[in-house]
């Protein structure tokens, strides 16, 4: 099936320094989205990318759609002690009906003051 | 707009029991999703519905686990007998449409087998 990797699984970092993380896929995906999830909460949209080649920001965030639609990345500038949580990316491909989403496995994002 | 909600939050059960989990998606979405989040890992879809009608269960344990949604609103997520594989945060989903737009989690059920 659908895989996605991403990286780093976990980071460590002091507030106010610039993160970045990113993944890929052996499949092409149509839609590109960055989640982020805290302790026991399901995970909430950051950013989402339709179209090969994008950039795009939401506030510190910026992602990016790869041009071969099978990887992104996320960055996070001048990080702040609430960025701490876990990252998703999470790929989408929609037909018919039926379309779910494929999440990569998460980067732990801790923010020391 | 009132969101996903899910009950019971926690659950901890003994492997071979029976567990429920319910779903009660945004008003007037007609998509509904059930996820498995095992810890360390991110959610993988069990099952997919369009109003009250199964899309996709091409994830779903079907030896053990089964979902309803009747009446094509809220849903109920079974695993009969349970294993200790099956802790994990069951998260559900619902979206208008079926596609990405509008697409809401729940906060999950906890669950624990021990």
């Known amino acids: 099936g659908q895989q996605l990797n991403q990286s780093p699984q976990s980071m460590f970092i002091q507030e106010g320094e610039d993160v970045s993380m990113n993944c890929t896929s052996s499949?092409?995906?149509?839609?590109w989205l960055w989640y982020k999830q805290d302790p026991g909460e399901g995970p909430v949209l950051l950013i989402a990318l339709y179209k090969a080649g994008e950039l795009t920001s939401n506030g510190r965030l910026t992602a990016q759609f790869g041009i071969t639609r099978k990887d992104s990345f996320l960055n996070i500038s001048a990080s702040i002690p609430s960025d701490v949580g876990i990252y998703f990316c999470a790929g989408f491909n929609y037909g018919g009906s039926q379309g779910n989403l494929i999440f990569g496995k998460g980067t732990k994002l801790s923010v020391k003051p | 707009e009132a969101g996903v909600a899910q009950s019971p939050r926690y659950k901890i059960i003994e492997k071979r029991q029976s567990v429920a989990f319910w779903c009660n998606p945004i008003?007037?979405?007609?998509?509904l999703y059930w996820y498995q989040q095992i810890l360390g890992q991110g959610p993988k879809l069990l099952i997919q519905?369009?109003?009250?009608?199964?899309?996709?269960d091409s994830q779903l344990p079907k030896d053990r686990f089964s979902a309803e949604r009747l009446k094509g609103v809220d849903s109920t997520l079974k695993i009969q007998p349970a294993k200790l594989e099956d802790s994990a945060v069951y998260l559900c989903?619902?979206?208008?449409?079926?596609?990405?737009?509008?697409?809401?989690f729940g906060s999950g059920t906890r669950l624990t087998v021990v």
């Open positions: 989903a619902s979206s208008p449409r079926g596609d990405f737009f509008g697409y809401t």
């Open positions: 008003s007037g979405h007609a998509t």
């Open positions: 519905f369009q109003n009250n009608g199964v899309v996709d």
């Open positions: 499949s092409i995906f149509n839609t």
